[in-house]
């Protein structure tokens, strides 16, 4: 099993660029998530998929778009990427939601948007 | 305002000390984790407690919860070096969200 995997591992972006990135897990979890990680910040949840169908907002959610494509996979659009943005993505996925006990982390996406 | 105060949130000890990171919430929750994250890597699930003083242990490191303080503590018992990473502690608010800490970064010198 691969887990959560994540692609691509890094990019670069201009300001105004769009792009998306990809997550898929294999352990048939109902439940996904985006994760946005900052220097001397906790994770901060952009967008979550409860399951198939469905997505949510989190805390952070501006400026993104996310599609749950099918159970495996959810992806995440930056339409017009800023400076801002400028991160480490995390895709996480769960059983069902955060009954389940743990979450699982893909490897993450660096975004340097310049 | 919904916070998760994790402190230290930066650690330098030698090896076989003992030392403890806090992590306070400001919001009642019946979940709290404790994450590791290896520098440059993704995180990696340690612990979920889930009551009042719930205390689990793996290896040289133990946690604990105490809901009525508001309080998880993570304990390092004779600290290796293999123990150096960010460990991170959340708090779940809703069956989809978490309030994560800031991380402690704890460097473990031989």
């Known amino acids: 099993n691969a887990g959560v995997t994540q692609t691509p591992k890094f990019q670069v972006l201009k300001t105004g660029q769009s792009m998306t990135l990809q997550c898929a897990q294999d352990?048939?979890?109902?439940?996904m998530y985006w994760y946005r990680q900052d220097p001397g910040m906790g994770l901060r949840l952009i967008y979550y998929s409860a399951s198939e169908g469905t997505t949510d907002k989190g805390e952070v959610p501006n400026g993104y778009n996310v599609s749950r494509l099918n159970k495996r996979e959810f992806s995440l659009r930056l339409e017009s990427a800023a400076p801002s943005q400028t991160s480490v993505y995390f895709c996480?996925?769960?059983?069902?939601?955060?009954?389940?006990?743990?979450?699982?982390f893909g490897p993450g996406t660096r975004l340097l948007v310049l | 305002e919904l916070k998760v105060e994790q402190n230290p949130l930066f650690l330098s000890m030698q090896e076989g000390k003992n030392y403890t990171i806090y992590c306070n919430y400001s919001t009642t929750s019946d979940r709290l984790y404790w994450y590791r994250q290896d520098p440059g890597k993704s995180l990696e699930s340690l612990f979920v407690?889930?009551?009042n003083g719930a205390v689990k242990q793996e290896g040289r490191l133990m946690a604990s919860l105490d809901t009525k303080a508001r309080l998880s503590t993570l304990h390092i018992t004779a600290a290796v070096h293999d123990l150096s990473a960010t460990y991170f502690c959340?708090?779940?608010?809703?069956?989809?969200?978490?309030?994560w800490g800031a991380g402690t970064k704890l460097i473990i010198k031989p």
């Open positions: 407690l889930l009551s």
């Open positions: 959340a708090v779940r608010i809703s069956n989809y969200q978490l309030i």
């Open positions: 996480a996925s769960s059983d069902v939601g955060l009954a389940s006990e743990t979450q699982y």
């Open positions: 352990m048939n979890h109902n439940s």
